[in-house]
């Protein structure tokens, strides 16, 4: 990396508060991801002349060239893609700080737990109610989450605590413990000519031209490219199977929720899922705590 980018990074590291508002921050990370000044103005609900200022200000402060501007377009410098990427993360840790704060101070005060709906079913209900048992026991709201929701929930604050799926959920940030680890399985419709093999390898899965895999959704809400059906729900999914439309690999433990017009077959090479606990990191939260230990004694 260049000079400036390790002078941003210190910068970053060292603490915003020192050098740099979060106002600034949020009106550096309008125009770079706008790269307009104009766009940026708009929808910060300001106008641009004191937008312009304030991220010249901000270039002057840090020593370095943030954006690089001329007539015809704004682009992000090496440095500006550091501060871009750095400054999204402390925003977002703040608005965590905020939402779990406006939480602790609630007359009633609980805790919000993320789970991917349908998933850990089993575990979960022994945790809530191992949990419920337990003295000093605070209200836990359940939140059923799509694929991948449940680590944004809890990195932005809206939950306090979450149970992922690696290797489908990136933990990286979080404290965590595993709690069970499954293999998988590729669910097929039940007359499939497939559906009475003692098992199927990945190659064979990804082979199936006539039932193709599910496309989930990014964070961004997009869908990667590919030849199987968008989905949003494992509701939606088990219809598109039944259909004959596609299959979906899923945790073993998924089974006892299936219906009797899908079949499984294990899949000894896909890779393992763990399901994890996970809270934020450096958390003091006395419940987070005792719900942590019930998940591990459990």
Not at 71 to 98: D, F, K, M, P
Not at 221 to 250: E, F, K, S
Not at 255 to 277: E, H, S
Request: hydrophobic share 45%.
């Amino acid at each position: 990396m260049g000079g400036d980018t390790t002078r941003v990074l210190a910068v970053v590291s060292a603490g915003y508060d020192a050098m740099v508002e979060t106002r600034e921050l949020r009106y550096f990370v309008a125009v770079a991801e706008e790269l307009h000044f104009g766009r940026a103005a708009q929808r910060l609900v300001m106008a641009q002349p004191p937008l312009s200022r304030a991220i010249q200000q901000l270039e002057r402060r840090l020593g370095v060239v943030l954006l690089q501007r001329n007539s015809r377009a704004i682009t992000l410098t090496e440095a500006g893609s550091v501060l871009l990427r750095e400054a999204r993360t402390a925003l977002e840790a703040v608005e965590a700080a905020e939402r779990r704060t406006r939480r602790a101070a609630a007359d009633r005060p609980g805790l919000v737990l993320a789970t991917k709906a349908g998933a850990s079913r089993e575990l979960l209900s022994k945790l809530l109610d191992a949990y419920a048992a337990e003295p000093g026991a605070v209200a836990v709201e359940v939140v059923l989450c799509g694929p991948g929701e449940s680590e944004s929930l809890l990195r932005d604050g809206r939950a306090d605590v979450a149970l992922l799926h690696r290797p489908y959920d990136t933990t990286a940030g979080f404290d965590t413990e595993d709690l069970h680890t499954e293999q998988q399985v590729v669910v097929l419709p039940a007359g499939h000519p497939l559906a009475n093999r003692p098992h199927m390898s990945m190659a064979e899965v990804n082979a199936l031209t006539d039932l193709p895999l599910p496309r989930w959704p990014r964070p961004d809400g997009r869908y990667p490219d590919g030849p199987g059906p968008q989905v949003r729900d494992h509701t939606q999914l088990t219809q598109l199977i039944t259909l004959g439309r596609a299959c979906a690999v899923m945790p073993e433990s998924l089974r006892a929720q299936l219906r009797d017009d899908l079949a499984i077959v294990p899949v000894p090479d896909a890779p393992a899922v763990t399901t994890v606990i996970a809270w934020p990191p450096h958390s003091r939260s006395k419940a987070i705590a005792d719900l942590v230990r019930t998940a591990i004694r459990l």
